[in-house]
Structures are given as structure tokens and as C-alpha cells.
């Protein structure tokens, strides 16, 4: 043999062995798919060696004796033609030994796959298989949102796809509820019925339980035993990490990323898409459509701000807008600019605001017809939506009133003073004679009964969540007027329902949410009568609420004893069929930002305003660092962007949480409940100031004046 022709052999002796020593050291895989998949940017970023094909037939003719293949759905969720698993792929597969990973194929030897995939919203991941170590066990869920699963039978399935009822486990099995196979062995390969290789783009949860699944799937098919995955990227995530030093300028900063949401949302309606708010917020049932593109005009709030995100997360990380336009939101709303706007000197944010609250109060129908009417019982009366003009939820009159006189204050204003005092004096005299007004009324209701049908009511209905900021409301103006039964009316509800606590109060979604919100209405009681008993009251709703907070500041949601307002969910297909809690039992580390955090932290400030209390203020620091710890970053998702969801579990440090409730699940948004009160409190706190010292200065005396003595005399 000639010295070329050895050293030509000798070179591809080496050239096969390196090849096979890659094949088998796990850092080279062999791959079909897309280069903008998530497991392939993972893996280049994790330093795998990545050898592209064009077609699965390609890849396994070029793998070596050995090697990890990926065959990967090209664009999921779109079934793929040429992603068809022949029996002569497997075979050739098989005498290579070949370690097969198949994701969402469209066709599979023995498996009878139809042509369309199943869309899924509420159902998640469930482990049905004792293998992916001890932090995955039988019967823990992932989320794999917006799901397509291609429904199959299989047998000994690793993960199914089921709607269950729990927070991170499925509380009741999967005896009575369908099940489609995710993730199980078929001839030797590891075969996936949908995406789950999109698991950033998808937003899949929690983080530390999709990893191990893919540390798992990775292990298997590469042989490589000690991955750790640590280059693994999130396209919404925590502002900081739970232990991270928070920067000097942390809060301030959490202000201007919230108050920036508002535009970045684009939830101000402009009259170029008025439209689609038209199209889709005139259900009033169910008021959801597309997110608004970033592509479109903001509004300048002269046609009111939209209300938010829905909770459920598509295939591709967006999430619906719910393109209600209620009164809370907008007063709540109009309050949150203000305060961004004085802190940050921007013109524009308080430009907003004062044409938010003209919407609500002058152009929108939601103080039209008999709530404009002064010989009407309904005056004054603010209506929840302009979708459902005549109905008045208390709770939600309250917060659009509370949320409108800290616009004025902020913006110096006195136009909307005597508007104010009718919409508190349209809710007082609709009041029983115990001072409570149940959850809802309606406007038809009382035109009919007349106003002597409610005053004369001996009503008591103690839920602090639909009663209590009325109370507060009632508070606020008696400090300005002196109007005794304003006072009166409210020590009497609020004696009341203390001396229910805990036992009989009607608790909904959590206890947490009715202590968070009773607060408000303790503290300022003391401010306008500081006794020993008022302040007591106070101390002990505050202590039954802080033991549940954690060292993080966040905190932790509670259910009630007994039954509460809403569906028990006593079997899986109770799952996402009412409104609901975030959690499945006490203990699970999950913090509500919708109904408890956002309340508690600006109560929370007006309690340590109101009494000096330093446990009170330290409660308040420890619990508005956790929420500008996990204030929603996303370079992505620019209308996700200084947001807060509703849930976030405190333990994982991550968006995770049982997403049961039918209209606000665990990845809501809302520019009123949620963002206001926050953006409002954390500018508040930046100030070292509260809302009765900066409210204290109204001038709304003088035009309250004539307004109670007309209205009180009908």
C-alpha cells in the first residue's frame, strides 16, 4: 500500500472514531426540526453539537451506531407533512441502535394519529409514571399551555394530558376524567403526542418541573447522565430572584415599569380601533378578544382603559385581552397615573387620568339614564360595566369612588367633588339599617322597591369583601363632612362583623382576601374615632393576617372552614367551572396578587399611617419588596412586560398556581384591581406617605354639603 493511501486510511480510522467517541460522550445529538425550536436553542446554548438534516429519513441515515435523534414536529402547533414515522425509519433506527425521540408526528407504526390535533386550555400535564427522580413523582402536573395533543392509545403512558382538579398535584386521580397519552415508549422510541419541545415559547410551568422532564428526556437520548441544563431562558419572568439584593432605586423602578404597562398594553382605547372594543366588549358575558397589537395607537383615556389580560396562555406565549370597560378599573386606573404622573413629572399619565375619570363619570353610560336622575332612588349609583350599566356591586362602586378621589388629590383637582359625593351618598342610602348591602342590586330593582325598601332592611351579610370599602368610603366623607350617620351606619356594620370573624364570615376565593380588605375600613375608623376597642380591632386584623406572611414578604392564601361563596370542586370536571381560589389546601406557598396582596399592602400602609405601629410599616416594606421582586419582566411580551399576574407561588419562586377560576385564573392581569392599587401603594410608599394624609385636604365639604341634604331627603 502506497504512504498517501495509509495515511488517507489511517485519517478516516481516526475520522471514525472521533465520531463514534462523539456519538457517545452525549454532547452530539442528531436533529430534524426547526433551528428556532426551544430544545434547539437550548441545546446549543447548553454546548451540544447540534448535526441539522433535512428530513427524518436523512438524520437517522446519517446518525451513528448509537447516537440521540431528535425528530421534532417543524411548526408546532401545525402538523407536519413530512413528520410521517415509517416502519422502514424504525427498522433502519433499530439496527443502529439508534436513541429515538418523536415529537408530535403525523404518522407512527401502530399508533392510528388523526389528521387534527385536539386544543386544549384548561387541562395539564399529569406524571403517571415513577421515573423522572424524586422531584417528579406520580400524579404532579405540568402546565403545557394552549395544548394540541394528537389523541392516541398507548400503554404505560409517562405523562398524560387530563382536566384535574389541585394546585400542583391532581387531587382526585384520573379515574373519572379523559386522559390523552403525552409522553411513552412505542419500538424502542420515546414518542411525544405534542409539543412539548415549545416549552419556552409555550411559557410551560412551573420551571423546576418541565426541567426535569427534559433532563430526563435528554439523559435517555443522549446517555449523558449529568445534565444540568443551567443556560435554561424564560421569556416572562421575576423582575429579581428571591434572595437577589434588591438595587436602591428597585421601587421606583417597579413604579415606572407599572405605571409604563398601561401604554405598553396598548389597553387605551383609540378611536382608530374603538371597533374591536365595540366587537368584543359588548359581551357582557364573556368580554375576550385578541390582544391588541403593538402595532396600533394608544388611546388618551377620553374612552376609557380596557381591563386586562385573561389568564389563559397559547401556544406561542400571548394571552387574551378581556375588553370589558368597567367603572372600578377606570377609577382605579385614573388614581394609579396620577400618582405615577406626580411622582414622575409626566404630563402624560396625568393627562390620562383626567380623562379616564370624565369617561366614567360624564361620557360613559355608567352614570347615565336613572343614575343621572336626581328624582330617581338610583342617583349617584355607579354601574359595574357599560355592558351592564344597571347593576352595582358595592365593592366595585367603592374602589372606582376611593380610586377617583386619589386621582383629584394627586392631580389638585376639585371637578369631580361633587359627583363623589353623590356616588357615596347613592350607595349609603340604598344601605340597611345595619349598614350592609349585600353583594349586589340592581338598577330596575330599586326604582321599583323605592329607598325606604333598603334603609328599612336588617340585612347583615359579613363579607368584608363586598362590604368593607364602602364602610371606608362612608369614613372618608364623614371626616370631611361630619354627617354623623355616615359614622354611625358603618361602627355599627363593622362591630358586626367582627364579633362574626371568624366563623361566620362568607369567605370566596380565601380568608386572606376578607382580612386584607377588612383592614382598610379598621384603620381609618381610628383615624375618625381612636378608641381602645377600635384599636384592637385593628391589631387583630392585622396579626390574623401576618402570620400568614413569609420571610419574603409575600402573603400566603388561606382557605375558610367550611364552605365558601363559590363551587367546592369535589370532582375533576369542577376544574375552571366557577371562580375559584389559587390554591387546592392551606399550605401551598402561593400569594394572590388580585385579591389579597394588593389590598393588603395599601391597607396595610393606611393601618401603620393610622396608629405609627412599626410591625405594621415593617409588614408593609416586606411586602412591597416581594412585589417589586416578582413585577413580570419580558423583553418578548412587551404587553406583559411591568405587569403583576394574579398568582405566583413563593416556594418555586415562579408564575405557578391552580388555574381554576372561570374568569380570573393565575395569569390574569388587570389595569384596575391588581395594578392600581400596587403602582398607587409602591409611589405611596416611595413618598413615605398614605391616602388619608394625602386626601386629607379636600375640599369636597362644600359641595357635599347640599348634596346629603337632597339626597338624604328623597
Not at 404505560?156 to 397519552?181: H, Q, R, S
Not at 386584623?541 to 365558601?564: H, P, W
Not at 362644600?702 to 328623597?714: F, Q
Request: with cysteine.
Amino acid at each position: 500500500m502506497k504512504i498517501r493511501q495509509i495515511k488517507i486510511f489511517l485519517w478516516l480510522c481516526l475520522l471514525a472514531a472521533g465520531l463514534t467517541a462523539c456519538a457517545g460522550n452525549g454532547k452530539e445529538i442528531y436533529f430534524y426540526g426547526n433551528e428556532r425550536n426551544d430544545l434547539y436553542r437550548l441545546l446549543q446554548r447548553e454546548g451540544f453539537t447540534i448535526r441539522k438534516y433535512d428530513t427524518p429519513e436523512a438524520v437517522v441515515k446519517a446518525a451513528p451506531k448509537g447516537a440521540g435523534v431528535f425528530i421534532l414536529a417543524d411548526n408546532y402547533p401545525q402538523t407536519d407533512p413530512v413528520n410521517r414515522i415509517s416502519p422502514e425509519l424504525l427498522d433502519a433506527a433499530n439496527k443502529k441502535s439508534l436513541k429515538l425521540y418523536i415529537e408530535y408526528p403525523a404518522a407512527f407504526p401502530g399508533l392510528n394519529i388523526p389528521a387534527q390535533p385536539v386544543e386544549t386550555h384548561l387541562e395539564r400535564g399529569v406524571i403517571t409514571a415513577d421515573v423522572f427522580g424524586k422531584e417528579l413523582a406520580p400524579m404532579d402536573l405540568l402546565g403545557i399551555q394552549n395544548c394540541h395533543v394528537l389523541p392516541v392509545d398507548a400503554k404505560d403512558p409517562l405523562i398524560v394530558l387530563a382536566k384535574v382538579v389541585g394546585f400542583d398535584k391532581a387531587e382526585y386521580g384520573l379515574a373519572d376524567t379523559k386522559t390523552y397519552p403525552l409522553l411513552f415508549e412505542q419500538d424502542n422510541a420515546l414518542v411525544c403526542m405534542t409539543g412539548l419541545s415549545n416549552f419556552q415559547t409555550g411559557r410551560y410551568g412551573p420551571q423546576a418541573a418541565v426541567k426535569t422532564v427534559w433532563k430526563y428526556i435528554l439523559s435517555r437520548i443522549t446517555g449523558k447522565k449529568d445534565i444540568q441544563l443551567d443556560k435554561w431562558e424564560e421569556d416572562v419572568r421575576p423582575m429579581y430572584g428571591r434572595n437577589t439584593p434588591l438595587p436602591a432605586d428597585a421601587r421606583l423602578n417597579s413604579i415606572r415599569k407599572g405605571a409604563a404597562w398601561f401604554e405598553n398594553g396598548r389597553f387605551f382605547i383609540h378611536p382608530s380601533w374603538k371597533q374591536d372594543w365595540e366587537k368584543y366588549g359588548s359581551n357582557g358575558l364573556k368580554p375576550v378578544g385578541p390582544p391588541v397589537s403593538q402595532d396600533k395607537p394608544n388611546g388618551d383615556g377620553s374612552l376609557g382603559i380596557l381591563e386586562g389580560h385573561t389568564s389563559t396562555i397559547f401556544y406561542d406565549g400571548s394571552q387574551e385581552y378581556r375588553y370589558w370597560m368597567r367603572a372600578d378599573v377606570q377609577g382605579e386606573a385614573s388614581m394609579a397615573l396620577a400618582a405615577a404622573g406626580r411622582l414622575l413629572s409626566n404630563k402624560s399619565y396625568q393627562q390620562k387620568a383626567t380623562n379616564i375619570i370624565n369617561y366614567m363619570f360624564k361620557t360613559s353610560n355608567m352614570r347615565a339614564g336613572a343614575k343621572n336622575d336626581p328624582a330617581s332612588p338610583a342617583y349617584g349609583l355607579i354601574g359595574w360595566a357599560t355592558t351592564n350599566a344597571g347593576t352595582f356591586y358595592g365593592d366595585d362602586n367603592a374602589r372606582a369612588i376611593l380610586g377617583a378621589i386619589g386621582a383629584a388629590s394627586y392631580l389638585n383637582s376639585s371637578e369631580w367633588d361633587k359627583a363623589l359625593t353623590e356616588a357615596i351618598i347613592g350607595n349609603f342610602r340604598t344601605t340597611g339599617k345595619l349598614g350592609f348591602r349585600g353583594e349586589r342590586l340592581e338598577e330596575a330593582d330599586i326604582i321599583r322597591n323605592g329607598l325606604a325598601f333598603y334603609q328599612q332592611r336588617d340585612l347583615i351579610h359579613p363579607s368584608p369583601h363586598f362590604e368593607s370599602w364602602m364602610w371606608a368610603c362612608y369614613l372618608w366623607l364623614y371626616d370631611k363632612t361630619k354627617y354623623a350617620p355616615l359614622l354611625e351606619k358603618s361602627k355599627e356594620a363593622i362591630r358586626i362583623t367582627m364579633e362574626a370573624y371568624p366563623d361566620k364570615w362568607r369567605w370566596g376565593s380565601s380568608m386572606q382576601t376578607q382580612r386584607a380588605r377588612m383592614i382598610l375600613p379598621l384603620a381609618w375608623l381610628v383615624r375618625v374615632e381612636d378608641t381602645e376597642q377600635h384599636r384592637q380591632w385593628l391589631d387583630k386584623m392585622v396579626n390574623e393576617i401576618l402570620q400568614y406572611q413569609d420571610e419574603s414578604g409575600a402573603i400566603r392564601e388561606e382557605l375558610g372552614k367550611g364552605k365558601g361563596m363559590f363551587k367546592e370542586l369535589k370532582k375533576n370536571e369542577d376544574y375552571g367551572s366557577d371562580e375559584g381560589s389559587l390554591i387546592f389546601r392551606n399550605g401551598e406557598k402561593v400569594a394572590c396578587m388580585l385579591y389579597t396582596c394588593n389590598f393588603a399592602v395599601f391597607s396595610l400602609n393606611e393601618a401603620a399611617g393610622a396608629t405609627g405601629n412599626q410591625k405594621y410599616r415593617d409588614a408593609v416594606s416586606k411586602l412591597s419588596d416581594f412585589l417589586t421582586r416578582i413585577q413580570v419582566q419580558s423583553e418578548k411580551h412587551k404587553d406583559l412586560d411591568g405587569a403583576w399576574f394574579r398568582g405566583f407561588d413563593f416556594g418555586r419562586w415562579d408564575y405557578w398556581a391552580s388555574n381554576s377560576d372561570a374568569g380570573w385564573g393565575a395569569w390574569c392581569t388587570l389595569t384596575g384591581w391588581i395594578q392600581s392599587w400596587i403602582v398607587t401603594t409602591q409611589a405611596q410608599i416611595q413618598q413615605r406617605e398614605n391616602f388619608w394624609e394625602l386626601t386629607k385636604n379636600s375640599a369636597i365639604a362644600k359641595p357635599a354639603g347640599p348634596v346629603i341634604e337632597s339626597m338624604m331627603r328623597k
